[in-house]
């Protein structure tokens, strides 16, 4: 149910891939409550992927960019003022890849090159997005810039590799950017560290399935899936968060609060028996 939430309002959506895609969420939603976006990704992704339905669907213009390149975000930002007539009010950075998972190699066997990769493509990027409109003056006054984000970026997780330390570096870009753009034009910019969720992206992570089970098993809520992400992100485009900056934000139905659940213990316990009270019911304790 829209509530209008982005009456008015200009975005720029990157990474929306598929239907699978949490940006592809985000931008349905966004402009569900109201708000005129662009959409971009890489050339190939687009060719790839089906963005351009989705461009279709929202009324959208797509903007082919590789978010690692200062010149073709200039374009974006260029491009997206003019087509949206004004300045950007909000901006989602959904891009992640790491060439090391995709080709199984180890933590403790990087190829450093690959690494570089994954540090500019999921994480640099994101600076240089901010960077690109801030000198442009691209962002609207108490605009707001959002990128995704996961736990792994503060405990460790097996199969996760080296896009945690991009998740890190993500993380600590939003807080100092964020002091900078607040400071001077009332810009926030934060990350949501979302559930895992079964994504093209996400696919190539090691164990994902079992991850996916585990958290959910361990979330008081259960896992938050795509479209509960992209509710979140509206609610951070929106005026109803103008003062929420330079955070980290868990979205993911208690798992990062959480050391062990009854339902996860129970994968290690013959049953569960002792848990069940006398009528039949589970004593949580």
């Known amino acids: 149910m ?27 939603r966004a402009v569900e409550e109201g708000a005129i976006i662009t959409l971009s990704n890489t050339a190939l992704a687009v060719r790839m992927g089906t963005t351009e339905a989705l461009g279709k669907k929202l009324n959208a213009e797509i903007i082919p960019a590789d978010a690692t390149s200062v010149s073709d975000l200039e374009n974006v930002f260029t491009k997206s003022q003019v087509l949206l007539g004004g300045k950007i009010d909000f901006v989602l950075h959904s891009i992640g890849m790491s060439p090391n998972v995709r080709k199984k190699k180890r933590y403790d066997d ?4 690959m690494l570089s990769s ?40 097996f199969g996760y590799n080296d896009m945690a330390d991009a998740k890190s570096l993500l993380e600590s870009i939003a807080r100092s950017f964020g002091y900078i753009y607040g400071r001077e034009k009332g810009v926030r910019v934060n990350t949501i560290s979302q559930s895992p969720t079964v994504t093209t992206a ?40 103008k003062k929420v900056t330079m955070q980290n934000l868990f979205h993911d139905g208690g798992f990062s609060s959480m ?9 290690y316990e013959k049953g569960m028996d002792e848990y069940i009270d006398e009528q039949g019911n589970v004593i949580y304790g």
């Open 202 to 241: 996400g696919s190539g992570v090691k164990g994902l399935d079992g991850l996916l089970d585990f958290s959910d098993k361990m979330s008081p809520l259960g896992n938050a899936t795509a479209a509960e992400c992209a509710d979140y992100c509206i609610v951070m485009f929106s005026d109803l968060t």
């Open 2 to 28: 829209a509530n209008r939430l982005l009456e008015g309002k200009r975005g720029v959506i990157f990474g929306a891939l598929n239907d699978m895609s949490i940006a592809w969420k985000v931008a349905e």
């Open 118 to 157: 994954t540090l500019d493509i999921s994480a640099i990027s994101f600076h240089k997005m901010i960077q690109v409109a801030k000198k442009m003056d691209a962002i609207a006054q108490d605009g707001s810039i959002v990128a995704l984000s996961y736990v792994a970026a503060q405990r460790t997780f």
């Open 259 to 267: 050391g062990m659940s009854l339902r996860a213990m129970n994968q």
């Open 110 to 113: 990087l190829d450093y090159n």
